[in-house]
């Protein structure tokens, strides 16, 4: 078989790692290589990644469909606990990977504390949603429900396990789909919810408490990918031998040295003469043997893509050509002097 590794030094002060949405947003989809070349500046070089999560392929094309964190901001979030495997980073650059993921978010006013039901994508009845610049120009939202648009006070910054203060700037009953400024959060509920938020005016300060916890540990995630519903292929040091994909297909594994300063980006061509694929244990055995700590399985088949700037896709796609994902995790070079992420 043929395999591509990519191997991040996160210790050097200047390579970062970074999440990147199709298009920019949770729905769309792009090439890892248009990602990369869209989000590269002056200052900021993505020279190099692979696609990331399983995507929604028809209707909502490009959402992805597991836990999905970019500069420390949660992008998407599955409707409740999801039984999906994650890979991405902490603040430090340091991998961060789990099987078991669970989130919980709330809205504290001066006299009430709100569950927020999930970050982006539908509203449902009576839910309380926060939108943010990653969701869509505007929140989608039907007129059926109260909006307050809000920002972060002086000082404060968003953090997956935190608590934010933020102060509501403006307020739409029954419009809907209001616009999400990129420095600004939408609070958005529908019936009962809606109700709860028609209590809030402009000039009114909250907070918001997120907390994410990975494996039964409280974690502030700077950025996330999910995974499949199995077993992460190299757990602890050991290649998963029982809950693996036994189909033989092209592969893309994300995965850690054991401190979290060494990470693995892997591809395996597949479904051709000349590389077949293999199995995710497969997989996890060729990544845990470069020195992956722990490892996850993302999107395979013809999503699979290892990017390196200049030459763009290096391996051979299995589609023939370059296949457009949902998103994409990549190293990322500061050119010294300007500030790393």
């Not at 900021?44 to 500069?71: A, E, H, K, M, S």
């Not at 722990?294 to 030459?311: E, H, Q």
Request: hydrophobic fraction near 35%.
């Amino acid at each position: 078989i043929d395999c591509w590794l990519m191997s991040v030094d996160t210790k050097n002060p200047y390579v970062s790692i970074e999440g990147v949405l199709g298009t920019g947003k949770i729905i769309g989809t792009e090439t890892p290589t248009k990602m990369a070349q869209r989000s590269t500046t002056d200052t900021t070089i993505f020279f190099g990644g692979t696609n990331g999560d399983f995507f929604v392929t028809q209707g909502d094309v490009g959402l992805p469909v597991g836990l999905t964190v970019v500069n420390s901001e949660f992008a998407h979030t599955p409707s409740a606990a999801t039984s999906r495997r994650v890979g991405g980073v902490d603040d430090n650059n340091r991998g961060l990977l789990a099987t078991n993921i669970q989130f919980n978010f709330e809205l504290q006013t001066a006299t009430d504390t709100f569950t927020i039901h999930h970050i982006n994508y539908n509203r449902g009845e009576n839910e309380l949603v926060l939108y943010n610049k990653h969701n869509a120009a505007t929140t989608l939202t039907n007129a059926y429900g109260t909006e307050l648009l809000a920002e972060l006070l002086p000082g404060e910054k968003w953090e997956t396990t935190g608590s934010m203060k933020l102060k509501i700037t403006d307020k739409q009953q029954n419009v809907g789909s209001m616009a999400i400024p990129a420095d600004k959060v939408v609070l958005s509920g529908h019936g009962t919810m809606a109700a709860a938020l028609d209590a809030l005016n402009i000039g009114d300060e909250v907070v918001v408490n997120m907390s994410l916890i990975f494996d039964g540990e409280e974690v502030d995630v700077a950025q996330c990918i999910g995974g499949d519903t199995y077993a992460l292929i190299v757990d602890n040091g050991q290649v998963e031998q029982s809950k693996f994909w036994n189909e033989v297909h092209p592969r893309t594994a994300f995965g850690a040295s054991e401190d979290g300063t060494i990470l693995y980006f892997l591809v395996v061509d597949g479904r051709s003469v000349k590389s077949a694929g293999c199995t995710t244990k497969v997989l996890g055995e060729i990544i845990h043997h470069h020195g992956a700590y722990k490892a996850v399985n993302w999107d395979g088949g013809g999503s699979s893509c290892l990017y390196i700037r200049p030459f763009n896709q290096m391996n051979n796609g299995s589609d023939g050509h370059e296949r457009a994902c949902g998103n994409g995790m990549f190293a990322v070079a500061h050119v010294p002097g300007t500030a790393s992420t």
